[in-house]
């Protein structure tokens, strides 16, 4: 996997800049057009991730699974609360970071319940509900606490539980990373290794149109647009199917 200084040696070298892959020694510290090409980098990165985001289509790369360990008479629940957990297999156990939103909407693959006690061999589904009729049902009078059986997103971007669990429940699902930003020299893009060239395409194409140079917004743009139709085959998640409406 390359490094974000390697990816801005790549454009260096794309671009014809004096003395090539050598003119930058870091990512930090710069003017100019390296300055640039350093800011082109990390931005182009930003948006291959950001692509798609509002289409309800989502990068696989950038899902995560969490686990959501429940304190009894507590539904509300937000990304960092210490109740949530990245539970990815690569990622056991740690905090939840660079959240973007929650993956819980899904009929196909609903959200899994269990009384943490009993543990996961009597595990269950939570059905989704939409956020007002939530509330009108789980917030309205005297509530009984219960084993949760529904879920949904507040407009805090909170997830929340009905009815109001009365024990300790484990709930496991998934949510979506927001975008890494590359700062330092050593950072490496966790887009997969294959497609990894698409951030040096696209930023070249970006120097291109600050220099006013055609041809290199068309070599830019002509690799990217390859780059990045194999990585939307390959990594493009399917539209996800909702609750049925009847």
Avoid at 175 to 201: C, H, K, R, T, Y
Avoid at 204 to 228: C, F, M, P, W
């Amino acid at each position: 996997m390359k490094t974000y200084l390697e990816i801005c040696k790549g454009v260096c070298r794309e671009a014809s800049i004096a003395s090539g892959e050598s003119a930058i020694t870091s990512v930090a510290a710069n003017t100019g057009q390296l300055q640039r090409i350093v800011a082109n980098v990390q931005q182009a990165w930003v948006e291959v991730q950001n692509m798609h985001q509002h289409s309800g289509l989502y990068w696989r790369w950038m899902r995560r699974e969490f686990t959501l360990t429940t304190v009894s008479g507590t539904s509300k629940y937000a990304f960092d609360s210490s109740a949530i957990k990245d539970t990815t297999e690569s990622l056991p156990g740690t905090a939840v970071s660079r959240f973007r939103n929650w993956l819980i909407k899904s009929y196909s693959d609903p959200v899994k319940i269990y009384l943490t006690s009993s543990g996961v061999g009597g595990e269950g589904w939570l059905t989704y509900m939409d956020w007002n009729e939530f509330k009108y049902i789980y917030k309205t009078g005297t509530q009984n606490s219960a084993m949760p059986s529904v879920i949904t997103i507040d407009p805090q971007n909170k997830i929340q539980i009905g009815p109001v669990p009365n024990d300790i429940y484990t709930i496991t699902g998934d949510f979506m990373l927001s975008a890494q930003v590359l700062l330092n020299d050593g950072d490496m893009p966790d887009i997969p290794v294959d497609f990894e060239d698409l951030i040096m395409w696209k930023a070249l194409s970006r120097h291109g149109l600050q220099k006013n140079a055609s041809e290199l917004v068309v070599i830019g743009e002509d690799s990217a647009a390859t780059y990045l139709g194999q990585l939307e085959s390959d990594q493009l998640s399917e539209i996800p199917i909702g609750v049925p409406l009847a």
